[in-house]
T-cell receptor, first 116, second 111 residues
Framework: AQKITQTQPGMFVQEKEAVTLDCTYD???????LFWYKQPSSGEMIFLIY??????QNATEGRYSLNFQKARKSANLVISASQLGDSAMYFC?????????????FGQGTRLTINP | DGGITQSPKYLFRKEGQNVTLSCEQN?????MYWYRQDPGQGLRLIYY???????QKGDIAEGYSVSREKKESFPLTVTSAQKNPTAFYLC??????????FGQGTRLTVV
């Protein structure tokens, strides 16, 4: 089965601390891509970071980094020095081959709350 | 400005009615997607398309239909066969293999 699993429904973190959001995936396809998106209460989806299955190095984008462990099939998001504005839902997603086209599937999400 | 436009932002449907949600993009993306999101839940894939006049069912296609007559447009019809259509609907597009760009969403409520 091809699926994405986020096991943390909610997380609470103190401002300025680092936080790790977990994501595991399952696919037999050797070529895939992993994404993280942020969804504030407004509902918009904000792209954060991308990791390709053949990328040798972990992706980084500013305060965001992706801890990619291919053998464990995990792609955890690390947010350094958290800010109040980081409070939102976070979704892990995987791009993989569907029936005749590539498709993008999402995990259930983690609600992150940053406390002052 | 390039982007994805979903309309309307809010939509109310009477039971037994079909309604169509609009999704237009001017990013010249080949791939387009429709997702459904229930409160506090993740995004579930309804339909996706990689080229004009071709589309595939996602995980929850029952009660929905789509068309892809133009590259820029991927409308979603919620039919009367969808028994619980109240949800937030998100449309996305991407260059094949790249990240997806999302519209602002349509909130559908059955009244």
């Amino acid at each position: 089965a091809q699926k994405i699993t986020q096991t943390q429904p909610g997380m609470f973190v103190q401002e300025k601390e680092a936080v790790t959001l977990d994501c595991t995936y399952d696919t037999s396809d050797p070529s895939y891509g992993l994404f993280w998106y942020k969804q504030p209460s407004s509902g918009e989806m904000i792209f954060l970071i991308y990791q390709g299955s053949y990328d040798q190095q972990n992706a980084t984008e500013g305060r965001y980094s992706l801890n990619f462990q291919k053998a464990r099939k995990s792609a955890n998001l690390v947010i350094s020095a958290s800010q109040l504005g980081d409070s939102a839902m976070y979704f892990c997603a995987m791009r993989l081959r569907g029936a005749g086209a590539q498709k993008l599937v999402f995990g259930q999400g983690t609600r992150l709350t940053i406390n002052p | 400005d390039g982007g994805i436009t979903q309309s309307p932002k809010y939509l109310f449907r009477k039971e037994g009615q079909n309604v169509t949600l609009s999704c237009e993009q001017n990013l010249n993306h080949d791939a387009m997607y429709w997702y459904r999101q229930d409160p506090g839940q993740g995004l579930r894939l309804i339909y996706y398309s990689q080229i004009v006049n071709d589309f595939q069912k996602g995980d929850i296609a029952e009660g929905y239909s789509v068309s892809r007559e133009k590259k820029e447009s991927f409308p979603l019809t919620v039919t009367s066969a969808q028994k619980n259509p109240t949800a937030f609907y998100l449309c996305a597009s991407s260059i094949i293999g790249n990240r997806a760009f999302f519209g602002q969403g349509t909130r559908l409520t059955v009244v």
